[in-house]
């Protein structure tokens, strides 16, 4: 059985950083792409950030790039997201999620498995 637990969220004021990690378990990241969503408050979902653990190729959404970054830990199973000077547009639910043997790692593609989610919240 695939699971994605999501942890590090929390509150924080504009400008400073958190780290959500994802540990997965039930899947090996030689198959799968990892990447990270959000939904915010009355908004639709929106990818965030992906990677390939094998090669470290990575997808980034246009508004996070030079403020978030991705990057896995094989040995424990983790995938990171990095966020740095965060906005209080980056409020929202973040999500990990799996993408099972993916053409090339893509946010616009449909990711296969997906964590519970855990909230960021950003004030002003």
């Not at 899947?27 to 965030?48: C, H, K, M, T």
Request: a negative charge.
């Amino acid at each position: 059985e695939v699971q994605l637990v999501e942890s590090g969220g929390g509150l924080v004021q504009a400008g400073e950083s958190l780290r959500l990690s994802c540990v997965a378990s039930g899947l090996s990241f030689n198959d799968y792409a990892i990447g990270w969503f959000r939904q915010g408050p009355g908004q639709e979902r929106e990818g965030v950030a992906a990677i390939k653990c094998t090669d470290d190729t990575t997808d980034y959404a246009d508004s996070v790039k030079g403020r978030f970054t991705i990057s896995c830990d094989r040995a424990k199973n983790t995938v990171y997201l990095q966020m740095n000077s965060l906005k209080p547009e980056d409020t929202a639910l973040y999500y990990c999620a799996a993408d099972f043997r993916p053409i090339r790692v893509g946010l616009e593609f449909p990711f296969d498995y997906w964590g519970q989610g855990i909230q960021v919240t950003v004030s002003s």
